[in-house]
């Protein structure tokens, strides 16, 4: 007798799940251009949310590769400078051998960062110096400079902008000649003599930042405490302390602007979620008078809502992931912006979970208002 009881309660709630499924795959279906704009609502914020970090993770990896590419040991910067920023050349290049003469430090070299449109700069740099440090570019196309006027890019900007070797490019208002297309992932992604660009920017022996590469790796952070003594006031640090600082978690401007921008994007999110499940509340009154008055609970109602709207979230945020990739596909080769995106598998559940919040929140609302209607009303209802 009790196995018998057991096997019709068990019988009994999967006819009750079969049934709100029915429903909720029912009503989708019945109106798909508010499932499409539901679903491409919530695509677009999972989107938003997993380019913009993309977008900052490729930038902060982009830099700290090319950081690393150097060969350095130690990067010295200006008085004042932050991570991501500096100004354009506030050191002297006198500073230049008075570190090549400091105890532990084998070579020294300094160049010079001038902004350019967007998020790109040009490095000017003595070749030869970095050349013994890094182990030089190595050249897709062309060459070192010949000429004053030569300028060097990497393969990315190069195939942004179209150009090869023995092409002109103006930048800054000067005509350049293409001298060589290097690979990426050393110094910088533009490159010009340094006595030219400090004459160009009008900052004669000046720098913006110094390397340094020590005689034994081994006494790296000896020679960084014995520099930040020589150096006051100025940011000095090993290559592995620099790059490990260029994280979002680590710069609270971009880690504050990525939270700004998750928010708009939940909210958006909420109020179309919330605007679509209200209108399908309006929509399906009668139907839900109907499944009241043949005894349907307040929960199976709720739960029919609430597994509509799981639904929704779930396809809105595989479609959204898929958008990435268009998304990336687009900055990389249609946008021609310099900017970088990385797929980063570890936010996809973060985005989901942010997604699946905002229009479970969002459909709290039109939830209730069905629960709380009245049998009589719902059945009346035109």
Request: glycine share 8%; hydrophobic share 45%; net charge neutral.
């Amino acid at each position: 007798m009790n196995l018998c009881l057991q096997s019709r309660i068990i019988h009994s709630m999967v006819a009750s799940w079969s049934s709100i499924n029915r429903f909720v795959v029912s009503n989708l279906t019945r109106r798909p251009i508010r499932t499409l704009l539901s679903i491409l609502a919530i695509a677009v914020e999972v989107t938003m949310i997993l380019t913009l970090v993309g977008v900052s993770y490729g930038t902060l990896d982009g830099t700290a590769r090319r950081a690393r590419g150097v060969g350095a040991d130690i990067l010295i910067r200006p008085p004042g400078s932050s991570i991501i920023s500096l100004s354009t050349a506030p050191m002297s290049d006198k500073l230049v051998p008075l570190l090549a003469r400091q105890p532990g430090v084998a070579m020294a070299i300094g160049t010079i960062v001038q902004p350019l449109q967007g998020l790109d700069t040009v490095t000017g740099l003595d070749l030869d110096q970095f050349s013994k440090m890094s182990g030089g570019f190595h050249f897709i196309e062309g060459g070192p400079f010949q000429k004053d006027d030569d300028i060097l890019i990497d393969e990315f900007y190069a195939r942004e902008k179209n150009l090869h070797a023995g092409d002109t490019l103006n930048l800054m208002d000067h005509d350049w000649h293409v001298a060589g297309v290097f690979e990426s992932g050393k110094l910088a992604r533009i490159c010009v003599k340094l006595p030219v660009l400090q004459g160009l920017t009008g900052n004669p022996n000046h720098l913006s930042q110094i390397y340094l590469k020590v005689d034994d790796p081994a006494h790296i952070q000896n020679v960084v405490n014995g520099l930040r003594k020589t150096l006051p006031g100025y940011p000095i640090y090993t290559m592995e302390e620099f790059t490990s600082l260029l994280s979002i978690n680590s710069i609270g401007l971009l880690r504050n602007f990525i939270g700004v921008v998750i928010a708009v994007a939940v909210i958006v999110g909420f109020i179309v979620v919330s605007m679509a499940m209200y209108t399908a509340v309006l929509e399906r009154t009668r139907e839900i008078g109907i499944l009241r008055s043949l005894g349907a609970s307040s929960s199976f109602i709720f739960t029919l809502l609430l597994k509509e709207t799981l639904l929704l979230a779930l396809i809105g945020t595989g479609v959204g992931i898929a958008l990435t990739y268009l998304a990336q596909w687009s900055i990389e080769h249609i946008g021609h912006s310099g900017l970088t995106q990385e797929t980063v598998y570890a936010w996809w559940p973060i985005a989901g979970v942010i997604a699946v919040t905002g229009a479970v929140l969002g459909t709290l609302a039109p939830a209730f208002k069905a629960i709380r209607e009245e049998v009589t009303q719902a059945l009346s209802y035109e």
